[in-house]
């Protein structure tokens, strides 16, 4: 009998053990590893891998900023070497909407230092990149939210327009190849084979501000040799997902590159929220520095804080 009861202990043992340890899974060669508490979620991987890769939630949800209308608090601070805010913005704007179109209106606005110049044009790049996201300069009519179609390319653009396209890409499509970006266009291309041997995937369960969340986070492999180090370019990405309905709840990324003629060193957090039935981004912070041979480097703190949505 003690036998019997001896045997039956130990075989839920190794059962609970069986079931309380990480497990990995090969999704098109990509060597995916599920914390314990996914294995017992009874997560699709395979299509949660898959969602993930293909997501349109995110860029969705800053299309839909073009339809709905909503406030933004706006703190841009360009910093020199020794930390120091050398220009800054801050700024209350408000988007409204109606009949199909949408203006901006700027409530108040605080500036310091050589931030614009005398035609009132920025004269850093970061801010003119913060802008073509959320300020408006005139009236715009005719925009949807449809993100069906409306693919990025670089086709036909130059200067600063293609600039604005490759970093859209790189922000909302993140894994994806970027073109015209010398030495590390295919390096980001995280779902392609012979990048992701370079990384560890990882899906796991926590909570985001007291929600609980899918977390997909994409690291590189600890024992990448020198060379296989030099084509990083990121250092993570992390993103947390409603267990409900796979739509984004934040993403992290942390991105670092040095090529000769250009370097950086990037960091962006964005986070979500719902309005109904519309996904909007709440919060979007970055914290970076680049440097383009023939150019002033710049270093910029920025957060944009979103609210008082309107449908």
Known sequence: ??????????????????????????????????????????????????????????????????????????????????????????SKTKQQVNHGCRWMQVLEEQTTGDLYDNKRQFN????????????????????????????????????????KEQLKMLFFNPGKRIPGIPFIGNKIALFDDKVAARYDFQVDMDAFKGEMCYVFKITPRTDLTDDEKNEIVINELTTWFRIDT????????DLSYKAGVYDFDVHMQ??????????????????????????????????????????
């Open 124 to 163: 850093y790049y970061t801010p003119e990149l913060y802008a073509s996201l959320f300020f408006t300069r005139d009236t715009i009519c005719g925009e949807t939210n449809i993100v069906t179609g409306n693919s990025f390319t670089t086709q036909g653009k130059g200067g600063m327009e293609k600039h």
């Open 1 to 90: 009998m003690k036998r019997s009861v001896l045997l039956s202990v130990w075989l839920l043992f190794i059962t609970f053990s069986a079931f309380a340890q990480d497990a990995s899974v090969t999704i098109e060669k990509k060597v995916i590893t599920l914390k314990e508490v996914v294995v017992r979620s009874n997560l699709n991987v395979q299509a949660f891998i898959k969602r993930v890769e293909n997501d349109t939630t995110f860029y969705k949800a800053f299309r839909n900023l073009r339809v709905l209308g909503y406030s933004s608090l706006n703190d841009v601070r360009m910093m020199d070497k020794k930390g120091q805010i050398k220009a800054s913005l801050s």
């Open 270 to 311: 964005a986070e979500m929220t719902k309005v109904g039935d519309y996904l909007v981004p709440k919060v979007l912070h970055y914290n970076g520095t680049w440097n383009v041979i023939f150019k002033k480097r710049e270093r910029t703190v920025f957060t944009a804080t979103l609210f008082d949505f309107e449908l």
């Open 246 to 253: 796979w739509e984004i709840v934040a993403r992290t990324y």
